[in-house]
T-cell receptor, first 113, second 113 residues
Framework: EPEVTQTPSHQVTQMGQEVILRCVPI?????FYWYRQILGQKVEFLVS????????KSEIFDDQFSVERPDGSNFTLKIRSTKLEDSAMYFC???????????FGPGTRLTVT | AQKVTQAQTEISVVEKEDVTLDCVYE???????LFWYKQPPSGELVFLIR??????QNEISGRYSWNFQKSTSSFNFTITASQVVDSAVYFC??????????FGAGTRLFVKA
């Protein structure tokens, strides 16, 4: 069964550093998403991406964040200058469009020290 | 605005007890999907069920069952004869037009042997 993959599974970085989280969505999917889950809290929507542009973003998704689909397979989330409060699990998801079911990747745990 | 409420923060049961996790949602859309996910300690989101707004049939899958009632905007999840392996955080979620998924705060289930 096709699945969404994410790399790395765990990333440790120092405050102020840039990080790029990578995702490979399911190949025929058209909609792509990033979500964040701070430890012990709920999963929060960050951004959706369709047709090579952001279709919606939450208030969490400020100028420090950016997304890109650099080629036909990868979907990346960049955090320009990480803060301690960016420590969280980041989930990528993709969706075909015929139904509303998003397929979630296994997540990247980001730790900012 | 869309909202998902899981009023039960934590539930503790003894193995073999039945347990029901409550979920109440809000949306003005007439077309939407509801989901339940399981998040074990390893952190990934495990898809359990999807239900669209036009299908109010209850569903049973092994020890799991779901009760969808549009009249009360509820989508409750019951585990019959709970097992220790059911211990996890369970999230109810809602997806509407635009496809982003809104999660509830989650219910942490402890099943004691």
């Amino acid at each position: 069964e096709p699945e969404v993959t994410q790399t790395p599974s765990h990333q440790v970085t120092q405050m102020g550093q840039e990080v790029i989280l990578r995702c490979v969505p399911i190949s025929n999917h058209l909609y792509f998403y990033w979500y964040r889950q701070i430890l012990g809290q709920k999963v929060e929507f960050l951004v959706s991406f369709y047709n090579n542009e952001i279709s919606e973003k939450s208030e969490i998704f400020d100028d420090q964040f950016s997304v890109e689909r650099p080629d036909g397979s990868n979907f990346t989330l960049k955090i320009r200058s990480t803060k301690l409060e960016d420590s969280a699990m980041y989930f990528c998801a993709s969706l075909a469009g015929e139904d509303y079911e998003q397929y979630f990747g296994p997540g990247t745990r980001l730790t900012v020290t | 605005a869309q909202k998902v409420t899981q009023a039960q923060t934590e539930i503790s049961v003894v193995e073999k007890e039945d347990v029901t996790l409550d979920c109440v949602y809000e949306t003005r859309d007439t077309t939407y999907y509801l989901f339940w996910y399981k998040q074990p300690p390893s952190g990934e989101l495990v898809f359990l069920i999807r239900r669209n707004s036009f299908d109010e049939q209850n569903e049973i899958s092994g020890r799991y069952s779901w009760n969808f009632q549009k009249s009360t905007s509820s989508f409750n999840f019951t585990i019959t004869a709970s097992q220790v392996v059911d211990s996890a955080v369970y999230f109810c979620a809602l997806s509407t037009g635009g496809f982003k998924t809104i999660f509830g705060a989650g219910t942490r289930l402890f099943v004691k042997a």
